[in-house]
């Protein structure tokens, strides 16, 4: 569990900075505002979430930001908008249902905290539903689905193999409820419904396991 | 009045930075014990990103520590339970009305 709470802090600290980025650059004023609000929360949960290590007997800094184990999607600024809401849905997504597996967890410092948390991404989930509709009937429709295959690749490989030794041993303990299958199935299938209502069909990648760095819970192509 | 008395109503002329709310009023004390000069407070936020928490931990301990038996203040910040607008006490809601702040 400590691998996975320390990528989730550091996945949060660096979707907060590459949210941040586009608070004076999106497409729509209240798309910034929106940005800015989100890379708040993001650093928010990040923030919060160093502590949850610190009990589990990790030195890691409280103020956080300084961890690597972050995707390799999130080294450098998102370079698009679609690219922007291809994270907002798929790493946010995929990090959201983790946190949503740890609601009753056993790790109780960890439980404390997902509520909260969820509290919170509802509206960032709002935001990308919103902008995935109007990207799907606009003209960047089909650059925007590749970003979601692109994004993909990282976000969907962040709850490792199917027998990921950490989230297996995760679920036996009952720091989590929901087994990574389980996790990666529930985000995949809501993706392909979304984009579905819109009359798009998406095939996202096969994920393999060549270049996966379980230690920094990261794949590099 | 007990000493925990004391300290809550002390901490209602602690306000909120962003409203001129106290943070007793906005929900934010979720409990406070005292024992032996310490006063053991547990504080929450209304969002984990909230610019204002160190603000709002300062403001709270250089209060309480006004109070002739208080030589100590620990804060813990807890997550549990989860904040909402229900925590607001109604007595605070009409100022907010007033400010045109929705709760």
């Not at chain 1, 209240?30 to 589990?56: C, F, I």
């Not at chain 1, 960890?110 to 995935?132: N, T, V």
């Not at chain 2, 931990?57 to 520590?65: A, M």
């Not at chain 2, 620990?74 to 607008?85: C, F, G, H, Q």
């Amino acid at each position: 569990m400590k691998t996975l709470v320390a990528s989730l802090a550091d996945n949060k600290a660096a979707l907060g900075r590459r949210y941040a980025e586009w608070a004076v650059s999106a497409p729509t004023l209240e798309s910034a505002v929106a940005a800015a609000a989100m890379a708040q929360d993001e650093l928010g949960h990040s923030r919060s979430t160093y502590p949850v290590l610190k009990g589990l007997g990790v030195d890691a800094n409280e103020d956080g930001f300084g961890g690597d184990k972050r995707l390799a999607l999130l080294d450098d600024e998102l370079p698009d908008w679609n690219a922007f809401i291809a994270a907002n849905l798929l790493v946010d997504g995929v990090l959201t249902t983790f946190v949503a597996s740890c609601v009753d967890s056993s790790l109780e410092p960890m439980a404390a905290r997902a509520r909260k948390i969820l509290q919170e991404e509802g509206s960032h989930r709002a935001h990308g539903e919103a902008w995935a509709r109007r990207l799907c009937r606009g003209e960047d429709r089909d650059a925007f689905v590749a970003r979601l295959r692109e994004t993909w690749e990282h976000a969907g490989r962040w709850l490792g193999p199917d027998d990921d030794a950490e989230l297996t041993a995760a679920l036996q303990t009952g720091e989590v409820t929901r087994d990574g299958p389980a996790q990666r199935e529930l985000v995949r299938a809501w993706l392909v419904d979304l984009l579905a209502a819109e009359g798009v069909a998406i095939e996202l990648p096969e994920l393999t396991w060549e270049g996966w760095d379980a230690d920094r819970r990261r794949w590099q192509a | 009045m007990t000493v925990e008395a004391r300290l809550w109503e002390a901490l209602t002329e602690v306000e909120d930075p962003e409203i001129p709310i106290s943070v007793v009023h906005m929900g934010l004390i979720v409990a406070i014990s005292y024992d032996a000069g310490v006063v053991d407070l547990k504080l929450t936020f209304t969002a984990m990103g909230c610019p204002a928490m160190d603000f709002i931990q300062d403001d709270i301990r250089e209060r309480l520590l006004r109070e002739p038996d208080v030589e100590r203040v620990d804060i813990e910040v807890v997550w549990n339970p989860v904040w909402t607008r229900k925590m607001i006490r109604e007595e605070a809601r009409g100022r907010m009305r007033e400010l045109g702040i929705v709760a």
